[in-house]
């Protein structure tokens, strides 16, 4: 028998993410609010970070009106861990939701 491995690129681990969070019925859109000089100068809205299995991950997102942003977060995390670590097979170190707006 072979010992298998499996290795995840940053870009996959980020368009996991940011699906993941797509799902969650009040996220509006994944990225920045606002005007275009505004969301060039505050950089990306997705970042992921994979070192020794282990992923750090920031997501901006822009909410639908009248969503409660507390469980808004709470759900973006919660599909966010599920996808990195039940998809990837990935071990979630932290995720950093950041409501960036509404829209």
Not at 50 to 60: F, K, L, N, S, T
Not at 71 to 95: D, F, H, M, N, W
Request: aromatic share 2%.
């Amino acid at each position: 028998m072979s010992d298998r491995s499996l290795t995840v690129g940053r870009r996959v681990v980020a368009e996991m993410v940011r699906l993941a969070a797509l799902e969650v019925p009040g996220v509006h859109r994944v990225g920045r609010s606002g005007p275009l000089w505004r969301r060039a100068f505050l950089g990306r809205s997705l970042s992921a970070r994979v070192r020794d299995g282990r992923v750090d991950v920031r997501v901006c997102v822009v909410a639908r009106p009248g969503q409660p942003l507390e469980p808004l977060t709470a759900q973006v995390r919660a599909s966010v861990a599920a996808a990195i670590e039940r998809l990837l097979g990935l071990e979630l170190e932290t995720v950093t939701v950041v409501v960036d707006g509404v829209g």
